[in-house]
């Protein structure tokens, strides 16, 4: 690994400070505007609970951002750093702190090669979010939803984050990128239905994306995963085991949303690790909220019911049935996607 770890950790921990700091802020903001989740027969909640989690993660993500884009390219008086020779790359990274030349040129090149793609995918994240926060306030009909949802999936396709599955043609990447991005949404936001679940298997996700990124040099890749993996982290004392405040539509959206692109930017076949098995690895590490997402769906076409309406036939309710607590589910299903995320090793 030639691009320092420091960085990384400076990510992680930007974002899990910023969350941590956010989210009683948002949770008030909420609560005087009325965004908030009632109790209901569905629920276990006996006092309204604030939807703050998506705003809050999504401030964990654009302040670090904005501050590294200060340090960058405000904060190197030395003007454009010298890049040193090729045979001491490692050695420079492995000895100089986060900010040192070699670090703050690898980030300005890879932001000003990658600027129009990076923009797309920030402007697809607040998207999601404002689709899931008008769901929150208003309920939009799933129409409607899926028209924010499928606007917010060209975007990315259109800003150069595709899937290709080494496939070279254009409508293909398109239509299957497009495809990808609205099944994982959909999948998170069908598995956010026990405190900490969604947020706490998107966290796990993220580290795994994290990891294979680093792995390979992959720096701005794994910068992301890394911020969102923190971002998650710091929301989830607020959500788990008892929740204080909820993800929303908003934040099942947006995480949904993080996840699917995540999957998409890293390089799985690289030179340096020829993966036989690529293709498997996000379907490795996003295991359980697709799985669920599957089951439930399948499950409600044989009874003649509309896929989108709610029902408690996931993994985490027959878990419940089972005799097993809430907490206690959450806790396996974090395990399973762990365990499943671990395979990639395999791969």
């Keep these: 690994m030639i691009f320092p770890f420091s960085v990384y950790l400076a990510a992680f921990v930007s974002a899990t400070a910023t969350v941590a ?11 005087r505007n009325g965004l908030v989740d009632e109790p209901g027969p569905r629920k276990i909640h006996e006092q309204p609970v604030a939807l703050a989690g998506g705003l809050a993660v999504m401030t964990g993500l ?3 951002t904005a501050i590294a884009f200060v340090l960058l390219w405000w904060g190197n008086a030395g003007g454009e750093p010298r890049v040193p020779p090729v045979p001491s790359l490692k050695a420079h990274a492995a000895l100089h702190p986060p900010l040192d030349p070699y670090s703050v040129y690898l980030l300005r090149y890879g932001l000003n090669r990658r600027s129009t793609e990076l923009g797309c995918i920030f402007l697809g ?21 899926f028209a924010g949802q499928l606007f917010v999936a060209t975007l990315v396709a259109l800003g ?6 080494f496939v070279h043609n254009l409508l293909f990447q398109y239509t299957i990128t497009i495809l990808w991005v609205l099944t994982v949404i959909n999948a998170f936001n069908f598995v956010d239905n026990m405190n900490g679940l969604c947020a706490g298997l998107a966290a796990i996700g993220a580290w795994y994306f994290a990891l294979v990124a680093a792995a390979d040099d992959q720096y701005l890749v794994a910068s992301i995963a890394f911020m969102t993996f923190g ?3 710091g929301f989830l004392p607020y959500n788990f085991p008892k929740a204080r405040v909820f993800l929303g539509d908003s934040g099942s959206h947006l995480v949904g949303y993080l996840l699917a692109v995540l999957a998409i930017l890293p390089h799985f076949y690289t030179t340096r690790h020829p993966r036989p098995l690529a293709v498997l690895i996000p379907l490795l590490v996003l295991a359980v909220p697709l799985v669920d997402l599957v089951q439930v769906v399948i499950l409600r076409w044989r009874i003649g019911q509309p896929f ?4 408690t036939n996931h993994l985490s309710h027959r878990l419940v049935r089972l005799g097993w607590s809430r907490s206690r589910a959450v806790v396996v299903l974090w395990l399973a996607a762990a365990g499943a995320g671990a395979l990639v090793c395999l791969c």
């Design 62 to 64: 654009l302040l670090p």
């Design 160 to 165: 150069g984050a595709r899937v290709t599955l």
């Design 21 to 31: 700091v956010a989210v009683p802020l948002w949770r008030k903001w909420c609560v």
């Design 231 to 233: 971002a998650l982290l």
């Design 125 to 145: 994240a607040l998207g999601m979010l404002l689709v899931g926060w008008w769901d929150d306030k208003r309920e939009l009909r799933p129409a409607a939803k």
């Design 308 to 311: 989108y309406q709610g029902d």
